[in-house]
């Protein structure tokens, strides 16, 4: 299984192992004895769509040699009726073709290939609801200490630019004694880091819980491990949460809160319901509650109605809400959204030319803010090997509870452990210390 695209689709991906393994499937060596290939896809960007379609592509060759593979494509990407079509035009040798709602219905798609040796293209809008028997599906973890749990699936704020309200169909909040019961187990199980998924946990509403509710009750489990969340929709982000977390015994010290611009107009524009002013005052009300949390955001470049003029008001909100961090997206149309009919006058040149001015601004402001970390001894969970060495004696790098990327040599394995680093260096993407 190939999975592309965000935690939400990774997330799935690990449920989907989990219905195939429920099924007797086991994960295979490599793609050339697999019976099964299944691409779990994203929508979002073209790019991420013609990424697909050259690996499918290029799996003619696999069907051609062994005409039993099973190959399907599924999620966000063929949850849109004309793109499914393409898919099957294109490629007559894919088995399955479906939409989100694969995380519920492959089984039994598998059997209908499996047993009728057709194919099967099913495209629904609306996905599958949150019943017990979605309740039931097993997951297979990627990770030993670190989870996700989805809180929340679909999207309800239908921002101008945006696909998934369309491919994941509407909110439906998962209720709030699943979840906890959950996160119980995964910590029971060792389990360090915990992210809470949505499209905007914000909206996160079930059974008299709002989410400002259930983080607080989340909260309230004993045990050594991190809660995360995301993402954070600053139309819905209050002061309330802010507190919550400040006041937190596991909650991380990082606020994701994309922005997408710091023009007024645009952010009409983009259906996004705040103003430049309200992300201000949430950014300063964070960092005036905890100084070293760190905050990050998503930025869209070259929406259609913004001008140069609107993106030096994007450029400003950097050094103004004093961003740790953003991800920059280039525009891209999507079918079927209400800024794919609007006039987009401006050139690839010239919004090239704001995403690189934006990538030199974010540079620098992360510079200056990075440096607030030196000396500071940080509390890290440690990840993976680090960059330089392999092994024992080498380079670990981790994950502090501000979110920032810590390098450190030890010469034990400590990972998916917390261990403390007091910081001696800062760059703009990570700090880099000496473990105590
Ligand atoms: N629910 C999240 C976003 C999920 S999509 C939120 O509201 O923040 C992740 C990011 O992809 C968005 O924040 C946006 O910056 C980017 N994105 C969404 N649609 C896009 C498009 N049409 N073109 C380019 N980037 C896009
Ligand atoms: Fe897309 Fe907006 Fe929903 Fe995020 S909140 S998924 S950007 S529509």
Known sequence: ??????????????????????????????????????????????????????????????????????????????????????????????????GTNALTELPRMLCEVFLSNSTVTEVGGETFPLDDSFEQLHTVRDNSFKASVPIMYGC????????????????????????????????????????????????????KYDFARLLSELDEIDGDFWLDFMTSHPKDCSEGLIDIIAQSRHIVHRLHLPAQSGNDRVLRDMNRHYSRARYLQLARYAREKMPLMSLTTDILVGFPTETDSDFEDTLSLITDAQIDASYTFLYSPRTGTKAATLPDPSTKVEKQARFDKLLAAQRAVSEQLYA??????????????????TGVDGWYSGKSREGIIVDFMSNVDIKGQFVNVVITDTKHWAVVGKLI
């Not at 695209?5 to 086991?26: M, P």
């Not at 309800?156 to 998934?164: M, P």
């Not at 187990?185 to 880091?193: F, I, S």
């Open 1 to 98: 299984m190939r999975v592309f695209g965000c935690q939400q689709n990774f997330s799935d991906g690990e449920k989907l192992r989990g219905v195939l393994a429920t099924c007797g499937f086991a994960a295979a060596p490599d793609i050339d004895r697999a019976d099964v290939i299944i691409f779990d896809t994203c929508a979002v960007r073209e790019h991420a769509e013609e990424r697909v379609f050259g690996n499918v592509g290029a799996l003619k060759s696999v069907k051609q040699d062994r005409r039993e593979t099973v190959i399907a494509v599924v999620g966000c990407m063929t949850a849109q009726p004309t793109v499914a079509r393409k898919m099957r035009d294109s490629y007559p040798f894919v088995d399955i073709i479906c």
């Open 156 to 207: 309800d704020n239908f921002c101008s630019y945006c696909v998934v309200p369309y491919v994941r169909g509407r909110e439906r909040s998962r209720a709030p004694e699943k979840i906890i019961a959950e996160v119980r187990a995964l910590v029971a199980d060792g389990v360090k880091y915990v992210l809470l998924l949505g499209q905007n946990v914000n909206s996160y509403n079930a059974d």
């Open 372 to 389: 607030r970390y030196f000396g500071v001894t940080m509390r890290v969970l440690c990840d993976s090997l680090g960059r330089v060495n």
